[in-house]
C-alpha cells in the first residue's frame, strides 16, 4: 500500500488524498467518518477530499435516509479520467513552454550587445544539438557554402533539400571529400561504405543535386565554411569515437578568409570525379 501511495503522490495527489483514494478502492459504501478512520487521517479532511473526488467524478455521493456514504466509480473509468487530465496537463504545459521560447527568444537576440556576442563556440562530445546548429548555419548561408569532409558524405536528407534550393537560389556550394576506404553515406538512414572505385559515380549523384564536387587524397578536418564569415569545424581524432569528439563554430571574418583560402589552395589540387576515374584505373 506505501508504494502505491508513493506512485499516487508522484502522479499529483496529496498524501491524503492518496490514502483516501485506496481506501474507496475497497468497493464497500462507507462514510466519511468509516473512510477518514481507515485512512488515518483527520474526519474534516475527509470530508473535503470526498467532495473534491465526487466534484472530479472519482467517486459518487450517496444519501441514505441519515447520513452520505461513498463508493468509488468503475476502476477503469477513473483510470481514464486521470490518464486524461496528466494527458492535458502535459500538452498545456507543453505548448505554453514552446510560446513562451517563442515570444523570449527574439528578444534575447535583441538584446546581445555587439561587443558582447560571442565569436567562438565550442561543443563537446554528445550534444543532440550539433545537427541542428550545423543545419542552421547551411539555412543561413546566403552567397556561398564550402565544405571539406573526411569520413561521412550525405549527413542527412534535410541537408540535401537545402543544398538543393540554395544552389537554385544561385548559391555557391563547393564541396570537398575524401576519397578513402572509409568513405561513408548516409542511405536511408543508414551508413554505409562507398569504396573508392565507386565514389566518381557517388560524386555524379552529388553533382546533379547541384554545386561542385571533387575527390582529395587526403583531408585532416572536416570543415565548413558561411558566406566566408563562420566557419563550422569538426575535429577528426581517430583515438576519440566520433561522439566524443568536439567542434568548434567560428565567427570571424578574418579567420574565416583565411580558411577559404586554404579550401581553394585544396579544391585546385583535389580531383574532379572524372580525374578520380583515370587516375584509379592506371
Given at each position: 500500500m506505501k508504494e502505491i501511495i508513493q506512485n499516487l503522490e508522484a502522479l499529483g495527489?496529496?498524501?491524503?488524498?492518496?490514502?483516501?483514494?485506496?481506501?474507496?478502492?475497497?468497493?464497500n459504501l462507507m462514510t466519511a467518518s468509516d473512510i477518514a478512520k481507515k485512512a488515518e487521517i483527520a474526519r474534516s479532511s475527509a470530508y473535503d477530499i470526498l467532495k473534491s473526488f465526487t466534484e472530479k467524478g472519482i467517486c459518487n455521493e450517496i444519501q441514505t435516509s441519515s447520513v452520505a456514504k461513498y463508493e468509488i466509480i468503475d476502476p477503469k473509468v477513473v483510470q481514464d479520467k486521470?490518464?486524461?487530465?496528466?494527458?492535458?496537463?502535459?500538452?498545456?504545459?507543453s505548448t505554453k513552454l514552446k510560446d513562451s521560447f517563442d515570444k523570449l527568444t527574439p528578444i534575447f537576440k535583441a538584446k546581445e550587445l555587439e561587443g558582447e556576442k560571442v565569436d567562438v563556440e565550442l561543443i563537446k562530445g554528445f550534444n543532440k544539438h550539433r545537427f541542428a546548429k550545423f543545419m542552421q548555419m547551411v539555412k543561413d548561408t546566403k552567397r556561398e557554402f564550402l565544405l571539406m569532409n573526411k569520413l561521412e558524405g550525405r549527413v542527412d536528407t534535410e541537408t540535401d533539400e537545402v543544398t538543393r534550393?540554395?544552389?537554385?537560389g544561385g548559391g555557391i556550394l563547393k564541396s570537398i571529400y575524401e576519397a578513402s576506404n572509409d568513405f561513408k553515406v548516409n542511405i536511408n538512414g543508414l551508413w554505409q561504405s562507398i569504396t573508392p572505385e565507386h565514389l566518381p559515380k557517388f560524386v555524379t549523384e552529388l553533382q546533379g543535386d547541384g554545386g561542385?564536387?571533387?575527390?582529395?587524397?587526403?583531408?585532416?578536418q572536416n570543415m565548413a565554411i558561411s558566406d566566408r564569415k563562420v566557419v563550422f569545424i569538426s575535429l577528426v581524432d581517430p583515438t576519440i569515437s566520433r561522439y566524443n569528439r568536439s567542434d568548434i563554430i567560428v565567427k570571424n571574418q578574418n579567420f574565416a578568409?583565411?580558411?577559404?583560402?586554404?579550401?581553394?589552395?585544396?579544391?585546385?589540387?583535389?580531383?574532379t570525379a572524372e580525374e578520380f576515374s583515370r587516375n584509379f584505373t592506371k
Amino acid at each position: 500500500m506505501k508504494e502505491i501511495i508513493q506512485n499516487l503522490e508522484a502522479l499529483g495527489f496529496t498524501n491524503y488524498e492518496s490514502k483516501v483514494f485506496c481506501v474507496l478502492f475497497e468497493g464497500n459504501l462507507m462514510t466519511a467518518s468509516d473512510i477518514a478512520k481507515k485512512a488515518e487521517i483527520a474526519r474534516s479532511s475527509a470530508y473535503d477530499i470526498l467532495k473534491s473526488f465526487t466534484e472530479k467524478g472519482i467517486c459518487n455521493e450517496i444519501q441514505t435516509s441519515s447520513v452520505a456514504k461513498y463508493e468509488i466509480i468503475d476502476p477503469k473509468v477513473v483510470q481514464d479520467k486521470i490518464e486524461k487530465e496528466i494527458h492535458d496537463s502535459y500538452t498545456s504545459k507543453s505548448t505554453k513552454l514552446k510560446d513562451s521560447f517563442d515570444k523570449l527568444t527574439p528578444i534575447f537576440k535583441a538584446k546581445e550587445l555587439e561587443g558582447e556576442k560571442v565569436d567562438v563556440e565550442l561543443i563537446k562530445g554528445f550534444n543532440k544539438h550539433r545537427f541542428a546548429k550545423f543545419m542552421q548555419m547551411v539555412k543561413d548561408t546566403k552567397r556561398e557554402f564550402l565544405l571539406m569532409n573526411k569520413l561521412e558524405g550525405r549527413v542527412d536528407t534535410e541537408t540535401d533539400e537545402v543544398t538543393r534550393n540554395f544552389v537554385r537560389g544561385g548559391g555557391i556550394l563547393k564541396s570537398i571529400y575524401e576519397a578513402s576506404n572509409d568513405f561513408k553515406v548516409n542511405i536511408n538512414g543508414l551508413w554505409q561504405s562507398i569504396t573508392p572505385e565507386h565514389l566518381p559515380k557517388f560524386v555524379t549523384e552529388l553533382q546533379g543535386d547541384g554545386g561542385e564536387v571533387r575527390l582529395a587524397k587526403k583531408i585532416y578536418q572536416n570543415m565548413a565554411i558561411s558566406d566566408r564569415k563562420v566557419v563550422f569545424i569538426s575535429l577528426v581524432d581517430p583515438t576519440i569515437s566520433r561522439y566524443n569528439r568536439s567542434d568548434i563554430i567560428v565567427k570571424n571574418q578574418n579567420f574565416a578568409e583565411s580558411m577559404a583560402e586554404f579550401f581553394e589552395q585544396s579544391w585546385n589540387k583535389a580531383d574532379t570525379a572524372e580525374e578520380f576515374s583515370r587516375n584509379f584505373t592506371k
